[in-house]
């Protein structure tokens, strides 16, 4: 079991551009979400997606957007950076349900200069 | 509108002391409430939870108490160590989506040797 792998782990990127983050989720789990944890707050949900389908959108612009592929991995692409983007984003991984358990990973620490 | 109240924002403990952390919620549909620990540099991990039908959850030192009247829980840590020294975060999820968790704000707990 190697949990949550996400990639890269530390990207700095200018206002303006885009950025794709990646997620692997734990062997066997199909359920990924994907939380921002701004400095000093507790994440902050953003999507999850189950058997490919998303299943929840939390309260992100359209600029934000996330899909799942057939091997249960995971992209959250971000468009028009702008400075408040900066954060941790991490994803986290469960079975079905998270009430079953969820398993985060490291996050990637995104800087937009 | 933070829909989890989390108090306080920090907190320091002599070793071998208690370490109480609380939070409040709004929101009866609510149904599942993790606690999780955060170590700077790495995702959240899950600590303990507890569903609305139980008033105390222990698992070793840590426990969980909850008042569904009140719709307030607290996370108890009993003979704190040094090595509890972390960021905890109290959170909630609803039943018609485990999947998207509401945290708290984050409590810095720091156990002085």
């Known amino acids: 079991d190697t949990g949550v792998t996400q990639s890269p782990t530390h990207l700095i990127k200018t206002r303006g551009q885009q950025v794709t983050l990646r997620c692997s989720p734990i062997?066997?789990?199909?359920?990924v979400s994907w939380y921002q944890q701004v400095l000093g707050q507790g994440p902050q949900f953003i999507f999850q997606y189950y058997e490919k389908e998303e299943r929840g959108r939390g309260n992100f612009p359209d600029r934000f957007s996330a899909r799942q592929f057939p091997n249960y991995s995971s992209e959250l692409n971000v468009n028009a950076l702008l400075l408040g983007d900066s954060a941790l984003y991490l994803c986290a991984s469960s079975l079905i349900t998270a009430n079953y358990g969820y398993t985060f990973g490291s996050g990637t620490r995104l800087t937009v200069v | 509108q933070q829909q989890v109240k989390q108090s306080p924002q920090s907190l320091i403990v002599q070793k071998g002391g208690i370490s109480i952390i609380n939070c409040a919620y709004e929101?009866?549909?609510?149904?599942?409430f993790p606690w999780y620990q955060q170590f700077p540099g790495k995702g959240p991990a899950l600590l303990i939870a507890i569903r609305p039908d139980v008033s105390e959850k222990k698992e070793g030192r840590f426990t969980i108490s909850f008042n569904k009247s009140a719709k307030q829980f607290s996370l108890h840590i009993m003979d704190s160590q040094p090595g509890d020294s972390a960021t905890y975060f109290c959170a909630a999820s609803m039943k018609d989506n485990f999947n998207k968790f509401y945290f708290g704000s984050g409590t810095k707990l720091n156990v002085k040797p």
């Open positions: 062997s066997g789990h199909k359920s």
């Open positions: 929101n009866t549909a609510f149904d599942y």
